[in-house]
């Protein structure tokens, strides 16, 4: 949806932009030409920014409810997930432990280590670098397993904390520091030194607000890896649990 507004707006700014550059062209600009050319092209750009940084950063929100959360782990770095299962608990349990580690092996090393597992839970975490899965967005996670009569319910809750981390400060560097300083830079230069230039040809520079998009797409690229790599890393462990009532 931001995407598609920020998409709306940009294209409405070309079409705007391409009409005065056709104008422009055909006769020297006056002074309040280059104006009206300055806040058609800066406007609808300042606020595609202001939607890609709402949506980068809301890539980065908590998603689970704190009470679905074990203890120790932060609500806004964990994924959570659950599944029902037939069968015994210790041997679901059993079950899980194997799958972690079979799904993340590669060339015989493993790629996730089981710190703890009884027939209640079970626990593990990341080995950094190693394995089919070493780029997965996770750094450790537990499994509990609730036995009800024939049923079990199993919940997993996966801790993100260091690839968040990372993210937020990749987002604010992106965000702010880089795209914020186009976007802020550029309109005043060219406002400064075209809009307000000493001449006819210097106004005629004003078509150059539009390299304020480098500064506005990028936003939307964060927001979309970081959303991308969680929803991988829980869309691989819906997949075991998914795939335990097959196997169990």
């Known amino acids: 949806m931001p995407a598609g507004i920020a998409g709306t707006v940009l294209t409405a700014t070309a079409a705007a932009t391409w009409t005065a550059w056709s104008v422009g062209a055909r006769e020297p600009m006056p002074i309040e030409t280059a104006k009206v050319i300055f806040f058609a092209v800066a406007a609808p750009m300042w606020l595609v920014w202001l939607i890609g940084t709402w949506f980068a950063f809301s890539r980065l929100r908590p998603s689970t409810p704190r009470e679905l959360i074990p203890g120790g782990l932060e609500a806004r770095d964990v994924l959570t997930g659950e599944a029902e299962l037939t069968g015994d608990s210790e041997a679901v349990s059993k079950k899980i432990a194997e799958q972690l580690i079979a799904a993340t092996s590669m060339g015989g090393m493993s ?137 169990v």
């Open 111 to 247: 790629g996730v280590k089981i710190t703890e597992r009884t027939r209640e839970r079970v626990a593990f975490e990341k080995v950094k670098g190693v394995g089919a899965h070493a780029a997965m967005a996770f750094d450790s996670g537990l499994v509990t397993l609730d036995a009800q009569g024939e049923k079990v319910r199993v919940r997993y809750a996966v801790s993100q904390k260091r690839f968040a981390r990372i993210m937020r400060i990749v987002t604010y560097l992106v965000c702010f520091l880089y795209c914020g300083a186009i976007v802020t830079l550029v309109p005043i230069l060219i406002w400064k030194y075209a809009v307000h230039g000493t001449s006819a040809a210097a106004r005629a520079q004003t078509f150059q607000t539009i390299q304020m998009i480098h500064g506005v797409w990028p936003p939307f690229l964060v927001g979309f890896l970081s959303g991308h790599l969680a929803k991988r890393t829980a869309g691989f462990f819906d997949t075991l649990l998914a795939n335990l009532g097959h196997i």
